[in-house]
């Protein structure tokens, strides 16, 4: 029994030095900008101990389970299956963690159950990074492997979940036939005292292995407190990297991989008739009554530009960086910029969604993700199809990539052009396909060609601004980012200008946003409103006049604007507004990632973090009006995909 207590024990403690190690490299590898001190290094697994017990624990069951079976049954093969079984658990450890410390220093949250959501296209996911960094990366991956397995062998030593090895009297003495019989009743009796004696024991081994089952439990639980193990018991810094850098990456991924089908259940902040009356409140019933006519036709062709996260850190006119977007600047007094406008999310599978279906991004799942989700929304295409448009989709890169092929074609676009469209010559000349330089006049090539009247609408989402940032323009040759949103706005510029002297101008609605924004300069966080910031811009020979509607809205708000400038319904897009109409009298925004969420309106903006449940910025005045009605919106969001 102790021989089987101390390697339950190695075991469980193996896996917990692997957790604690790994925190100062995650700080380490992702600190930079973050004013870490030496107590911070201290702190950080003083207060992830909690979850890495929980993890530890989850991990170290099955062991418990086959340890506490031998004492009574003798298990075949019983090492090697425990080779196995640690082999396994240690290559999926090390591909966790270090995919955790690599990803964050792009998206900034720990993993979860996002990750899932981009497993089955792993070409585009390398598309963001070297081959150097992915051989890098595979290295650690394999150097953790072997250590934690060299670990769990050794903390199990050589004996493991053996029976307990029997001692058998000699057989075959030949003095045995005429032993005495008081030799053999004595014989006897001790025989049966020591079987009693061996049940005994392997009875209070068993209580034993139970009990040390109730400690296993009580760590999985988290503790014997009212509330179970979960992410936010770690947090406890008002740095949000410290509270990041103590979550169990292994323990966030499977625990939002558990909350990830039951929609419904998500984010159940209120009962149902006070979430109904906070969500009322908002008024985003929006109908298109007296709304300011920006056009001066009602059926204009309508050209979507979706900018591959051109953030408002790239506007000079919404307090970004001035030098990076001159050609933009310039048409934003050419047309109608929207000045208060926020990003739904920060990735393109959900920006894509809520821009086009007027749908709002969710915390812990991509609704492009789900076919039988995203073919019940409405979208622009659609409701231009059924009033007489043409409709297509262009891409430079994999459709294909996070379903969004699937999606399009189920919301009404009636072509999607993607990489495999172009010349198989040019279909890298970025690593997420084809180059904006190229998409552009590819562009040009499709609107310029349309000259049979029907009225025609083209989404384009454009790629180059993405990790790795590698474009063919060296404008800003020290700062790669600034560099590729220059290119894109280069791009943009030049297009513009080639499409105003065409025919095709004169009727042309072009409305230009981003799919999101991103974390720059890199010491910019989520609590800063700049993060969500985006600009919208209205232009084109369709256009009535310049001017700028500074009313706070989200990107999901463009379909009921657009459909309601064109007379056309908009009931359909529950979540979508009309910015323009009277009825807009709540002007408000709400931005999503993975574990939080950050609400806008006239009073000012709170940030939110779902995990631990705490207020992370609240300005300039606190508001439980504004929280309120920020969980209000996501439980709403979530129920109605759950209805879906």
Same mark, same amino acid.
């Given at each position: 029994? +102790?021989?089987?207590?101390?390697?339950?024990?190695?075991?469980?403690?193996?896996?917990?030095?692997?957790?604690?190690?790994?925190?100062?490299?995650?700080?380490?590898?992702?600190?930079?900008?973050?004013?870490?001190?030496?107590? &911070?290094?201290?702190?950080?697994?003083?207060?992830?101990?909690?979850?890495?017990?929980?993890?530890?624990?989850?991990?170290?069951?099955?062991?418990?389970?086959?340890?506490?079976?031998?004492?009574?049954?003798?298990?075949?093969?019983?090492?090697?299956?425990?080779?196995?079984?640690?082999?396994?658990?240690?290559?999926?450890?090390?591909?966790?963690?270090?995919?955790? #410390?690599?990803?964050?220093?792009?998206?900034?949250? /720990?993993?979860?159950?996002?990750?899932?959501?981009?497993?089955?296209?792993?070409?585009?996911?390398?598309?963001?990074?070297?081959?150097?960094?992915?051989?890098?990366?595979?290295?650690?991956?394999?150097?953790?492997?072997?250590?934690?397995?060299?670990?769990?062998?050794?903390?199990?030593?050589?004996?493991?979940?053996?029976?307990?090895?029997?001692?058998?009297?000699?057989?075959?003495?030949?003095?045995?036939?005429?032993?005495?019989? *008081?030799?053999?009743?004595?014989?006897?009796?001790?025989?049966?005292?020591? @079987?009693?004696? +061996?049940?005994?024991?392997?009875? #209070?081994?068993?209580?034993?292995?139970?009990?040390?089952?109730?400690?296993?439990?009580?760590?999985?639980?988290?503790?014997?407190?009212?509330?179970?193990? =979960?992410?936010?018991?770690?947090?406890?810094?008002?740095?949000?990297?410290? =509270?990041?850098?103590?979550?169990?990456?292994?323990?966030?991924?499977?625990?939002?991989?558990?909350?990830?089908?039951?929609?419904?259940?998500?984010?159940?902040?209120?009962?149902?008739?006070?979430?109904?009356?906070?969500?009322?409140?908002?008024?985003?019933?929006? #109908?298109?009554?007296?709304?300011?006519?920006?056009?001066?036709?009602?059926?204009?062709?309508?050209? *979507?530009?979706?900018?591959?996260?051109?953030?408002?850190?790239?506007?000079?006119?919404?307090?970004?960086?001035?030098?990076?977007?001159?050609?933009?600047?310039?048409?934003?007094?050419?047309?109608?910029?929207?000045? =208060?406008?926020?990003?739904?999310?920060?990735?393109?599978?959900?920006?894509?969604?809520? @821009?086009?279906?007027?749908?709002?991004?969710?915390?812990?799942?991509?609704?492009? /993700?789900?076919?039988?989700?995203?073919?019940?929304?409405?979208?622009?295409?659609?409701?231009?199809? #059924?009033? $007489?448009?043409?409709?297509?989709?262009?891409?430079?890169?994999?459709?294909?990539?996070?379903?969004?092929?699937?999606?399009?074609?189920?919301?009404?676009?009636?072509?999607?052009?993607?990489?495999?469209?172009?010349?198989?010559?040019?279909?890298?000349?970025? &690593?997420?396909?084809? @180059? &904006?330089?190229?998409?552009?006049?590819?562009?040009?090539?499709?609107?310029?060609?349309?000259?049979?009247?029907?009225?025609?609408?083209?989404?384009?989402?454009?790629?180059?601004?993405?990790?790795?940032?590698?474009?063919?323009?060296?404008?800003?040759?020290?700062?790669?980012?600034?560099?590729?949103?220059?290119?894109?706005?280069?791009?943009?510029?030049?297009? *513009?200008?080639?499409?105003?002297?065409?025919?095709?101008?004169?009727?042309?609605?072009?409305?230009?946003?981003?799919?999101?924004?991103?974390?720059?300069?890199?010491?910019?966080?989520?609590?800063?409103?700049?993060? =969500?910031?985006?600009?919208?811009?209205?232009?084109?020979?369709?256009?009535?006049?310049?001017?700028?509607?500074?009313?706070?809205?989200?990107?999901?708000?463009?379909?009921?604007?657009?459909?309601?400038?064109?007379?056309?319904?908009?009931?359909?897009?529950?979540?979508?507004?009309?910015?323009?109409?009277?009825?807009?009298?709540?002007?408000?925004?709400?931005? *999503?990632? $993975?574990?939080?969420?950050?609400?806008?309106?006239?009073?000012?903006?709170?940030?939110?973090?779902?995990?631990?449940?705490?207020?992370?910025?609240?300005?300039?005045?606190?508001?439980?009006?504004?929280? &309120?009605?920020?969980?209000?919106?996501?439980?709403?969001?979530?129920?109605?995909? $759950?209805?879906?």
């Amino acid at each position: 029994m +102790r021989q089987r207590l101390l390697i339950l024990f190695r075991i469980f403690l193996a896996f917990v030095v692997v957790f604690v190690a790994m925190k100062p490299v995650f700080m380490l590898y992702n600190g930079a900008g973050h004013g870490l001190t030496w107590t &911070d290094w201290l702190a950080v697994p003083a207060h992830g101990l909690t979850l890495d017990l929980t993890t530890a624990a989850y991990l170290t069951a099955l062991p418990w389970l086959a340890l506490t079976i031998s004492l009574w049954i003798r298990i075949p093969w019983a090492r090697q299956m425990f080779t196995a079984y640690a082999a396994v658990v240690s290559i999926l450890l090390a591909f966790i963690l270090i995919g955790d #410390t690599c990803l964050y220093s792009f998206w900034n949250f /720990k993993l979860d159950a996002t990750v899932f959501t981009y497993l089955d296209s792993p070409g585009d996911i390398t598309a963001s990074i070297s081959l150097g960094y992915l051989l890098a990366s595979l290295s650690a991956v394999i150097l953790l492997a072997g250590l934690t397995f060299w670990l769990l062998r050794h903390a199990a030593g050589l004996k493991t979940f053996g029976a307990i090895k029997k001692t058998n009297t000699p057989t075959g003495n030949p003095s045995a036939a005429t032993e005495n019989p *008081v030799t053999a009743t004595v014989k006897t009796e001790t025989a049966h005292r020591e @079987t009693g004696f +061996r049940l005994i024991k392997k009875l #209070t081994a068993t209580i034993v292995f139970l009990l040390a089952g109730g400690l296993l439990f009580l760590a999985i639980r988290g503790g014997v407190g009212k509330s179970t193990a =979960n992410v936010g018991k770690v947090y406890y810094s008002s740095n949000q990297f410290l =509270n990041h850098a103590a979550v169990n990456p292994a323990f966030s991924l499977f625990y939002s991989a558990g909350k990830m089908e039951d929609f419904a259940s998500q984010c159940d902040f209120f009962p149902e008739h006070e979430r109904a009356r906070t969500f009322a409140s908002m008024q985003y019933d929006t #109908t298109s009554v007296a709304c300011d006519t920006l056009l001066r036709t009602r059926r204009p062709n309508v050209l *979507v530009i979706i900018m591959e996260g051109f953030g408002g850190m790239f506007v000079e006119s919404l307090g970004g960086r001035p030098d990076i977007a001159p050609n933009f600047e310039r048409l934003l007094t050419e047309g109608v910029f929207f000045t =208060n406008c926020y990003a739904n999310s920060f990735r393109t599978d959900r920006g894509v969604v809520s @821009t086009l279906s007027g749908y709002p991004a969710l915390t812990t799942t991509s609704v492009m /993700k789900l076919p039988d989700k995203s073919r019940t929304l409405p979208s622009i295409a659609s409701s231009l199809a #059924t009033a $007489g448009y043409r409709t297509d989709f262009l891409y430079g890169g994999d459709v294909n990539f996070t379903n969004m092929n699937s999606y399009l074609l189920a919301t009404g676009y009636q072509r999607v052009y993607g990489d495999t469209d172009f010349p198989a010559d040019v279909r890298r000349t970025h &690593d997420w396909g084809v @180059t &904006d330089r190229i998409t552009f006049d590819r562009l040009f090539e499709m609107v310029t060609s349309r000259r049979d009247g029907k009225p025609w609408h083209t989404a384009f989402l454009t790629l180059a601004s993405h990790e790795p940032w590698k474009v063919p323009y060296n404008r800003i040759p020290t700062d790669e980012k600034a560099n590729a949103m220059a290119y894109l706005d280069d791009c943009l510029g030049r297009f *513009v200008e080639r499409l105003r002297h065409t025919p095709q101008w004169h009727d042309l609605l072009l409305v230009c946003l981003p799919d999101h924004g991103i974390l720059y300069p890199d010491t910019l966080t989520e609590v800063h409103p700049l993060r =969500n910031h985006i600009p919208m811009l209205w232009l084109g020979g369709a256009v009535k006049a310049p001017r700028r509607i500074d009313k706070i809205c989200n990107q999901s708000d463009l379909p009921a604007t657009l459909l309601g400038q064109l007379g056309l319904p908009h009931g359909q897009f529950r979540f979508s507004r009309d910015v323009t109409s009277q009825t807009y009298r709540y002007p408000c925004a709400i931005s *999503v990632w $993975g574990s939080g969420m950050a609400f806008y309106d006239e009073s000012g903006f709170t940030v939110f973090d779902l995990n631990s449940g705490q207020t992370l910025a609240d300005k300039p005045q606190p508001s439980a009006q504004r929280l &309120d009605r920020a969980k209000a919106f996501l439980q709403t969001s979530f129920d109605d995909l $759950g209805a879906r």
